[in-house]
Structure formats: C-alpha cells, structure tokens
C-alpha cells in the first residue's frame, strides 16, 4: 500500500526530471565549495556528520513516521492476515527494513563520513572531480553488474575519458605521498564516497523507489545508526568532538545547509533524476558541477 507523494499532474515527467537536475547541480556545487570552507573552521568531520543527519532527521524522521501511520492504517483498513505490516525501524522508514539498512548505509551514513573526511585533506578542485566527476564511471561499472545494462562504445570512451581525468588530479598527490603529502587521502577518500553514492543510485533504480521514500529511509537509518554512537563515543572522549567549542550561527547553518539542503532538497532531487533518467545518465548530468 503506497503512501508515496505523487508530483502534480500538471508537470511531465521530463519536466520534472530537468528541475531535479538542476536542482542537484546547484546544490551539489554548492556542498562542495561549503564543505572544503567547513573544513578550514572549528568542526570535525563527525561533528559535521552528526549536525548533517540532525538537521535532515529534524525534518524527514516526523515525515517517514507519518507515512508509516498511514500505510500501516490504510493496511488494517484493508484487512487480512496475509497484508505485510508497512515500514521499519521503530516505525520511522517507509521501507522495509533490509532496503533502509542497505540504502541508509551506503547513500546516507558511509557517504557523508568518506566525503567530509576528504576536505580535510584534499582542496575543493579535487571534490568537484573526483565526487561527481567518478560517480558515472562506478554506477555504469555497477548498472553492469546489478542491473544487466551494457556499455556502448560511447559510453566506454567516456569512462576512459573519467578514468583519465582522476589520474591527472589524484596521480599527482600519490607520486607526492612520498614525500609526506596528504592530498592522496583526501582523493581515496572522495573516490569511495562516490563508490557508495553510485551504489545508492544503482539500488533505486533497481527497486524503483520513491524520491521521497528513499531519502527518508537513509535519513532514519543514519538517524538511528550514528547518533547514539557517536553521543557516546563523544562523551566518553574517544572521539574529539569539537561541537562544544564551535560557534552556534556555525552549527546552524551546517544543520540547514548540510541536513536541509544537501539531504531533503539535493536527495529528493537526486532520486528523482534517477526514476526519469536513470543512474547512469543521472550520475552523468551530476559530473556538470564546475571544478
């Protein structure tokens, strides 16, 4: 029993899938340039991980518990033994609860660990590469494996043409490890943030899901999963949080910009991209963020 939020009939498909591109374009580019100026300031990753899921969770846990309400009543109003109990997770997701854990680890949680881990070490050019510009060379590698598709000529051109491109940016500060340099970490650590973003991608695709229903899934996961852990990891001094000592107008706007924006809004968007255009084109429309 759907309890999705269906797009007013007045707008096409196509149509809609255009506005969620640029959509997340626009806040795509946004999250990086934001992102490298966060790491130059008083937050630790974690500490912007921790305020990124609060300020997503503010908004999209109420939701996805309002919608389980209403699945699990319209379920009981349609009666039988047989109607599987709609949601998961304390009632929170909307969907089941092996598709939030794999959807909420991989888009949600290890995601935004990896990607702020990399501003720490690497400049903002090298996220605007390696983040958007890899993730269609991972979703077409992966829409192989998971989804059956094949890759054209054109398309294996591009992925050369990718693979090129992360040589030039991350080659350099390898070659530089040598002699101390950190920017390499940085690099892996933005590649493997694109890794889980297009295996997110792949698996919406794959089932179907719902843009709405989707981001608020790995919104109550990485809700549920990171913030008693990292609570009690910041309390019992085994992680450095620095939430403490940061200014307040800081916490907000990370909890807006990051949760709000790069979440609710660019993760509605992003998904819905996904259902008109496909992972591999979607991951394609992405790469357009300016370096």
Do not use: N
């Not at 390696?130 to 059956?148: D, E, M, Y």
């Amino acid at each position: 029993m759907s309890c999705a939020v269906r797009p007013p009939s007045r707008f096409t498909a196509r149509q809609l899938g255009l506005a969620a591109a640029v959509v997340t374009v626009v806040v795509w580019t946004a999250f990086i340039l934001v992102a490298r100026a966060s790491a130059a300031r008083s937050l630790a990753p974690l500490d912007i991980a921790f305020l990124r899921i609060c300020g997503a969770g503010l908004v999209l846990v109420p939701w996805g518990a309002w919608q389980v309400a209403r699945a699990r009543q319209e379920a009981a109003a349609a009666g039988g033994p047989g109607i599987a109990r709609p949601g998961s997770i304390l009632g929170l997701s909307p969907l089941g609860l092996r598709l939030t854990m794999t959807t909420g680890l991989l888009g949600g949680l290890m995601y935004a660990l990896l990607a702020y881990s990399g501003f720490f070490y690497a400049p903002a050019a090298h996220a605007s590469v390696l983040l958007p510009g890899s993730l269609p060379l991972w979703t077409s590698l992966l829409a192989v494996v998971v989804l059956g598709e094949r890759i054209t000529r054109f398309r294996a051109l591009g992925l050369l043409l990718i693979v090129a491109g992360d040589l030039l940016v991350g080659g350099r500060s390898l070659l530089q490890a040598f002699a101390g340099g950190q920017v390499w970490k940085g690099d892996l650590f933005f590649m493997a943030a694109a890794f889980c973003w297009a295996s997110y991608s792949v698996l919406a695709r794959r089932h179907a899901l719902d843009a709405v229903r989707a981001t608020i899934a790995i919104t109550v996961f990485a809700f549920v999963a990171y913030l008693p852990a990292y609570t009690v990891l910041a309390a019992t001094g085994l992680v450095a949080s620095r939430l403490a000592i940061a200014p307040v107008g800081e916490i907000v706007f990370q909890m807006l910009f990051q949760g709000v924006g790069s979440v609710v809004i660019s993760g509605i968007a992003f998904t819905q991209m996904i259902r008109y255009f496909g992972p591999v084109r979607s991951t394609m429309i992405t790469a357009l963020v300016p370096g």
